[in-house]
């Protein structure tokens, strides 16, 4: 089976701009989760997506953004860039029915640059 | 709030030593979820292991241990006989109750673990 792939890898951007980056889930995964890693503020989460609707929201400003396809497949967006946006960002896809936890696994993050 | 601390910023070993990565989490949730991951230098999260918190059983799966006391509100992870495939980032990570099935994890700061030859 394979594993999270998220797209692109890496981007490079200046302040002002937008982007939006790509996670596509395991096969059979419903859900999705959007991280932000930093080397300040550590692994935190940004939002999590089950059946194209958003579930939970971590606590970033609405620059951020997110959707989900039927496919499962996820999108985050992030406008107007700032310096401090510069990190990886990590996508997770797990299956869940709802009523216990299920393991995220973790695709290879994409690694925004801003300038 | 949910809180997960890892003390130790950086540890290094040489090789077959053992070593014990210390995570103590904070939450008033009475059913939740423990985690931890490795991140290696190509930065992807790995999946280690995943525990409940009614389930105290400590677990070994080969050179790795964990250790769970909800008493200290501890779930330390051991290596033992280190190798130098063990250098990563290790994430403890935190899940509290499931409120409509949301999945959600709180990470620690990690701790760098380094094995010299």
């Known amino acids: 089976k394979a594993g999270v792939t998220q797209t692109p890898r890496y981007l490079i951007k200046t302040r002002g701009q937008q982007v939006t980056l790509s996670c596509s889930p395991i096969?059979?995964?419903?859900?999705v989760s959007w991280y932000q890693q930093t080397p300040g503020q550590g692994l935190q989460f940004l939002f999590e997506y089950f059946s194209e609707t958003q579930r939970n929201k971590g606590n970033f400003p609405g620059r951020f953004s997110g959707r989900q396809f039927s496919n499962s497949r996820s999108e985050m967006n992030v406008s107007t860039l700032e310096l401090g946006d510069s990190a990886l960002y990590l996508c997770?896809?797990?299956?869940?029915?709802?009523?216990?936890?299920?393991?995220?696994?973790f695709g290879p993050g994409t690694r925004l640059t801003v300038l | 709030a949910q809180k997960v601390t890892q003390a130790q910023t950086e540890i290094s070993v040489v090789e077959k030593e053992d070593v014990t990565l210390d995570c103590v989490y904070e939450?008033?949730?009475?059913?939740?979820?423990l985690f931890w991951y490795k991140q290696p230098p190509s930065g992807e999260l790995v999946f280690l292991i995943r525990?409940?918190?009614?389930?105290?059983q400590n677990e070994i799966s080969g050179r790795y241990s964990w250790n769970f006391q909800k008493s200290t509100s501890s779930f330390n992870f051991t290596i033992t006989a280190s190798q130098v495939v063990d250098s990563a980032v290790y994430f403890c990570?935190?899940?509290?109750?499931?409120?409509?099935?949301?999945?959600?994890?709180?990470f620690g700061q990690g701790t760098r673990l380094t094995i010299n030859p």
């Open positions: 939450t008033r949730d009475t059913t939740y979820y």
């Open positions: 997770a896809s797990s299956w869940t029915s709802g009523r216990s936890y299920n393991e995220q696994f």
């Open positions: 525990r409940n918190s009614f389930d105290e």
């Open positions: 990570a935190l899940s509290g109750s499931i409120i409509q099935g949301a999945q959600k994890l709180v």
């Open positions: 096969s059979g995964h419903r859900s």
